[in-house]
């Protein structure tokens, strides 16, 4: 049975619709950095998705061609993340998505190295004919953050992140922005397929104790 991230960590990838505190380990990604309003039809961020998904293919279809990756075992490509911020704004300003910086990321499991992504790079560009030469291969860090499940549309996320600034302020933790721990979201709902309301949408926060 394929290795699928969201039933083997269902503590980062499954919460509750309530915070919680988690200290998430270094984890590999296939990455595209860029800005601006993400639903842009033909913008930045959708072409972004699309060189992340050809890279990750590739990457679980080898088992079917002549390259063979050490270690492989097959998995379940998992789901959409982001990592979002504005510059000069310590809270995400929803209302004003053309000023949005992103992080769009694809996990990768662990045997996956540098020298793999490369050839699944190169292999996704050849096959499908797609420019993927700005997915990057970034291993992040995140540590001690504060999660919860968001259900509905992205623009009602506010109402969700104060009810974890209420549970930091009551449990001695604050938020811990920085220019390398930012505002995360995994989307675990395909938004083409399902009404808003039903949405799902784990977001993480970077924290620290409060002084």
Not at 6 to 30: D, G, M, W
Not at 34 to 56: F, Q, R, S, T, W
Not at 141 to 152: A, F, S
Request: net charge negative; hydrophobic share 40%; glycine share 6%.
């Amino acid at each position: 049975m394929a290795f699928d991230f969201k039933k083997e960590y269902k503590e980062f990838y499954l919460p509750k619709n309530k915070p919680q505190i988690v200290t998430v380990p270094p984890a590999n990604y296939i990455a595209v950095r860029g800005e601006g309003d993400p639903n842009e039809e033909g913008g930045a961020y959708k072409a972004a998705i699309g060189v992340l998904y050809a890279v990750a293919y590739t990457i679980k279809m080898s088992k079917m061609g002549d390259h063979r990756i050490d270690g492989y075992y097959d998995f379940v490509v998992p789901p959409l993340e982001g990592f979002w911020w504005q510059e000069g704004l310590a809270d995400i300003d929803y209302s004003d998505k053309s000023t949005f910086h992103w992080i769009s990321v694809i996990r990768v499991p662990d045997f996956v190295t540098k020298a793999d992504f490369d050839w699944a790079v190169a292999e996704a560009t050849r096959k499908k004919k797609l420019d993927c030469s700005a997915a990057e291969y970034l291993t992040i860090d995140e540590g001690e953050c504060v999660q919860i499940m968001h259900t509905g549309a992205f623009d009602d996320e506010p109402a969700t992140v104060a009810i974890m600034d209420e549970y930091l302020a009551a449990n001695g933790y604050e938020n811990d922005f920085s220019d390398t721990r930012l505002h995360h979201e995994i989307y675990l709902t395909d938004a083409r397929k399902a009404a808003k309301d039903k949405w799902k949408t784990v977001i993480r926060h970077p924290v620290k104790k409060a002084r």
